[in-house]
Every structure is written in C-alpha cells, then in structure tokens.
C-alpha cells in the first residue's frame, strides 16, 4: 500500500475513526506512564512526529498531550491533514525529511503492516528521534479469534486479504524482532480489546464494513456469507466472540538529552 486506492478512502476513515476510539484510552494511559512522565519539568509539549499520519485521526487526538507534525506518502492524506489546520508534509517513512534527533517522540500507527522493509522504517523513525521511537498499534489477524466455528474462517480470510494488497498481516508478533534489528529493546504489549456484547452489536455493521473491504475479491462467495450468517446468529443468541490483538512497542535511544532543561 504505498498509496490508498481511492475507492478504499471513505471506508479508510470510517476504519481508522473506529480503530482510534478503541485505542484511545490505551495510548492516553501508555503514553503518561511510559513517556510524558519524563518530561513533566519541560516548559513546552514534547515535539512528535507521525509518520505515516493518514488524514489525521491520531494527530488530532494526541495533540492534546504533543506537539505534532505528520508525514504520509499519499496526497489525499496530506491533503485531508492540511483541511483540518494539521501540520503535515508529502514524505516516505523510507526517507523522513528531517535532520537526526529532530523529534522528542517519533511514533507510527497502523503503518509497518503496509511498508515493504519495516526495519527500514524504524531505522528511520529511529534517526529522528531524540529518544523515542514507538509504535502505537499493529495489528496480528494470524492470532484474531472468532467463535463459533463458522465464524472462525475469518482470520484466514483478512489474512489473504491483506496479503494480496501487499501488507503483512502477522506484523504484530514481529515487532521485538523489527526493533532487535534496529537496535532497540522495546516494551511490548497488547492493546485490550474483548468486546463487550452491547459493543459487538453497536459495531457489527461497521466491522463487516472492513471486513468485506478487506478479504480478497475471490473469497467474497459461499464462505463469505455463511461466516456472515452465523455472525448474525451469533450475535441474536449471545454467542459470539471477537478478539483481534493489537500490538504496541515503545522503545527508546539514549538516557535524557541536555534539552530536558529548556
Ligand atoms: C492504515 S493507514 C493509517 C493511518 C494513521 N496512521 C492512523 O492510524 O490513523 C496507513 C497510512 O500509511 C501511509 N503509508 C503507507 N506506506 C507509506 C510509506 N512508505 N511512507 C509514508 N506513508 C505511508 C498510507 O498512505 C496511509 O495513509
């Protein structure tokens, strides 16, 4: 995916809109425990980059506790970052237009799975960063869990499906090993994310949404809708289950910089 097709762009938003929500609360109590705590005597919000931004869902809920700049390789995506007044430039996370240790924090969401070398990117992340380098959610469909049995093809399913647009499904599991090579040790975690039933049923279209617009064209048949059936079942009877573990990594470079003091 090096830039969204753009029949997918609505549906995009509607997904990454979602997928904030969740997250949201995760990020708010990962990034005070882990991060902002050391920069509490700081006089200024620490600088972040986003990279791989998209039009700017995270931005906007992290400006509150940064002070953020995004890059995306698509122009649509900058271009909806610009109509919201965010700070943001057409780049590659492949090639980040910034001088070495620019950023206090460089982070990335939902990004390495659609990069060809995800080393290549965190190295990048890496340089700009004057010490942290995090990535605040992968996704792993290897590992989603869905029950009952009818329903459990759907792992299978999104998993090819996102082979075939060029991403990497299992990307999640590989995050200390992408770190190791870039010469970071992270904290590595998992994002909660068993849904409560009401929940399920407030989400339900949704999800189907992105499931349709993610499993291979070819798979959309038989199989497709009988998972899609037993969902419903499911969901009437009070059945079902979902899990999709999402990943974080927080890694970080060096003691504190001299800067702390500013
Ligand atoms: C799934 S979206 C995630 C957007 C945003 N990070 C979020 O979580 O809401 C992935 C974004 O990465 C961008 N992208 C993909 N490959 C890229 C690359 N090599 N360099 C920069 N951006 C890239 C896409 O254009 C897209 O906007």
Known sequence: ??????????????????????????????????????????????????????????????????????????????????????????????????????FDIVYCSFLLLWVKDPVKVVKEMKRVSRRWVICMAEPDFGARIDYPEDVSVLSRMITEGIRCEGGDPLIGRKLRAIYGHCGLEPDLGIHQGIWSLDKLRVESEAEWKYIEMTVAPERKGIELDKAKLAWNDALANGTLFQFNPIFYAFGHKLPLAPHMDE
Do not use: H
């Open 1 to 102: 995916m090096t830039s969204v097709p753009p029949s997918v762009k609505p549906d995009l938003d509607r997904q990454l809109q979602r997928q904030s929500i969740w997250l949201r609360e995760s990020w708010f109590w990962l990034l005070e425990t882990k991060v902002l705590c050391e920069y509490v005597d700081l006089r200024r919000k620490p600088t972040a980059l986003d990279v791989g931004c998209g039009p700017g869902v995270v931005m906007e809920l992290l400006e509150e506790l940064l002070d953020i700049q995004g890059i995306d390789i698509d122009r649509d995506m900058v271009d909806a970052c610009l109509s919201k007044n965010l700070r943001v430039k057409e780049a590659a996370a492949e090639e980040l237009p910034f001088e070495d240790g620019t």
